[in-house]
C-alpha cells in the first residue's frame, strides 16, 4: 500500500494567514521528501524539497519541517495568498539511490478564502 | 524553453481500442516517467525508464507498455482500453542523480485527459 498518507484532504485558510499542510509517513529508510503544488489543470510543480539528515529548510514564504521520530511531515505556507490556492503532495523516494522513483501521497486542497 | 510535453491533452476512447500517448524532454533529462491520477488517489507510477532503452513497471502497470528509444522520447501505450483507465496522464522528467549536486526534482508535463467509454 501507500506509505505517504495526508492528514487532512482539504483545507481553508483566509487570506494573509498562515497555511500549515501535513503528510505522514510509514517507512523509516525514506531519506528524502519533496513538496509538490498541483494548480488546477497543470501538472504538479516543485515546491520544497528535504533530506533525512535535516530538521527544516527554508524557502521563499514556505518551510517544511521533518520529524522523523513521529515520521511525520509539515509545509508551513506564511502570509497565504489566492495564488497559494492548489494541491499540494508531498512525495518521498524510500532510498537516496537515484534509480527509485517518487512515491506521491494523495495530495491536500489548500482553498484560500479573500 | 518547452520542458516537458505531453500529447494529445484530451482523447476519448472506445473499449478495446488503442493509443499512445507521446512525451517529450527537451532538458537532457535521464529520467522520465508516467503516471497516471485519479481523484482521491494522487499520483500512481505506471512506469519508468532511467536511459534511453530502458523501462521498468512502477506501482500500476498492468494494461499499458512502453518505449524509450530516443532520449528525449517516451511512449506509453494502451493497447487495449478499458474504462478503469480513465485517468489524466502525467509525464515527467528528472535529472540523472548524482548525490548532492542536484535534487529530485521532477519535471511534469501539463498533462493527457483520457476518456474511455
Known amino acids: 500500500g501507500e506509505s505517504v498518507g495526508l492528514h487532512l484532504p482539504t483545507l481553508s485558510v483566509q487570506e494573509g494567514d498562515n497555511s500549515i499542510i501535513n503528510c505522514a509517513y510509514s517507512?523509516?529508510?525514506?531519506?528524502?521528501f519533496i513538496w509538490y503544488k498541483q494548480e488546477s489543470g497543470k501538472g504538479p510543480q516543485f515546491i520544497i524539497d528535504?533530506?533525512?539528515?535535516?530538521d527544516k529548510r527554508q524557502g521563499q514564504r514556505v518551510t517544511v519541517l521533518l520529524n522523523k521520530t513521529v515520521k511525520h511531515l509539515s509545509l508551513q505556507i506564511a502570509a497565504t495568498q489566492p495564488g497559494d490556492s492548489a494541491v499540494y503532495f508531498c512525495?518521498?523516494?524510500?532510498?537516496?539511490?537515484?534509480?527509485?522513483?517518487?512515491?506521491f501521497g494523495k495530495g491536500t486542497r489548500l482553498s484560500v478564502i479573500a | 524553453n518547452a520542458g516537458v510535453t505531453q500529447t494529445p491533452k484530451f482523447r476519448v476512447l472506445k473499449t478495446g481500442q488503442s493509443m499512445t500517448l507521446l512525451c517529450a524532454q527537451d532538458?537532457?533529462?535521464?529520467?522520465m516517467y508516467w503516471y497516471r491520477q485519479d481523484p482521491g488517489m494522487g499520483l500512481r507510477l505506471i512506469h519508468y525508464?532511467?536511459?534511453?532503452?530502458?523501462?521498468a513497471k512502477g506501482e500500476v502497470p498492468d494494461g499499458y507498455n512502453v518505449s524509450r528509444l530516443k532520449k528525449q522520447n517516451f511512449l506509453l501505450g494502451l493497447e487495449s482500453a478499458a474504462p478503469s483507465q480513465t485517468s489524466v496522464y502525467f509525464c515527467?522528467?528528472?535529472?540523472?542523480?548524482?548525490?548532492?549536486?542536484?535534487?529530485?526534482?521532477?519535471?511534469f508535463g501539463e498533462g493527457s485527459r483520457l476518456t474511455v467509454l
Open positions: 517507512n523509516s529508510a525514506s531519506d528524502y
Open positions: 515527467a522528467s528528472s535529472q540523472r542523480w548524482t548525490g548532492q549536486a542536484n535534487t529530485g526534482e521532477l519535471f
Open positions: 525508464s532511467v536511459g534511453e532503452g530502458t523501462t
Open positions: 532538458m537532457n533529462h535521464e529520467y
Open positions: 528535504i533530506r533525512s539528515n535535516m
Open positions: 512525495a518521498e523516494i524510500l532510498t537516496y539511490s537515484g534509480n527509485t522513483p517518487l512515491v
